[in-house]
Structure formats: C-alpha cells, structure tokens
C-alpha cells in the first residue's frame, strides 16, 4: 500500500461461497470491532471493496497501481448516525446506556465512513429494517 502497488491475493469470500485469484489496489485499513478488513479496488469487479485480512490465504505477486484509479466515494464520505436507546428500554436501562454512549438528551452521535457503517451497526448489534444486519454465524447448543 504504501508503495503504490497492487497485490494477487488468494481470497476466501463468504458473500460468494467461493476461494479465487484476484488483483486488488489497496489503500486503507479499517478496524470493525472484531476483524481487520482492507479497503482496495478490486481489480476483477471493477469496484471498491472490503477485504477481511485473515481470508486473504497467500499473496503471489505485486505490480505498480494503475495510474487512473477511481476515487473510493463510500471511504471518503462520512455519516453521522443517530443513536437513542430502544423504546421498549426501562428508565434505568435508558440511563445505562446513555452513561456508556455518552449521549446528550438521550441521543448519541457517531461519525464514521461510509465504506464501515455496515459494520459499525453489526458491532452495535442494531438492525436496520427489522433483519439482523450481518447475519453470518449461528451458536451451537451446549
């Protein structure tokens, strides 16, 4: 990254089910509260990308970014979400969590890049038009 230069890597993806080959200019990190992902353009899709640093299995060759990379739109742009506690919340559990958001008349606001908001919802377990965000894992029984 630091050299300007693009990567082979060979990547394990869960949105496809499948394991493959693929360029990637990368340019940024990013942390969700669990995995470290890198931001790169993926050379195969044609677009900006986050890939999770412990699926990438082998790296086998690097070469000079192209020179005409498009700008990374959802890394550069920020949003603020608005955060309150649930309404089915009793007082006290309000307060609990208003002392461990930091919020000011009940309402917290959190910046962050576009690119990570799927995360940032997923690590504070909110959901968003009432399905779980990032359903990925399920626990077993005991």
């Known amino acids: 990254m630091h050299e300007g230069r693009s990567i082979e890597i060979y990547y394990f993806s869960v949105r496809s089910g499948t394991a493959a080959w693929r360029w990637i200019s990368p340019h940024a990190f990013g942390f969700d509260g ?3 992902h890198v931001r790169a353009w993926c ?9 999770v640093l412990g699926r990438i299995n082998r790296v086998k060759g690097s070469q000079p970014n192209p020179e005409h990379l498009p700008s990374d739109k959802d890394w550069n742009t ?3 979400v608005r955060l309150k506690p649930h309404q089915t919340l009793n007082l006290m559990q309000h307060k609990a969590l208003e002392a461990d958001y930091a919020m000011r008349g009940g309402i917290a606001s959190v910046r962050v890049r576009k690119a990570m908001l799927i995360y940032t919802l997923a690590q504070l377990q909110i959901e968003r038009n009432d399905e779980v965000v990032s359903p990925r894992l399920q626990l077993l029984p005991d």
Request: aromatic share 26%; hydrophobic share 35%; proline share 0%.
């Open 34 to 36: 669990h995995r470290w």
């Open 43 to 51: 050379h195969d899709d044609g677009a900006y990308k986050d890939f």
């Open 78 to 80: 920020w949003v603020t």
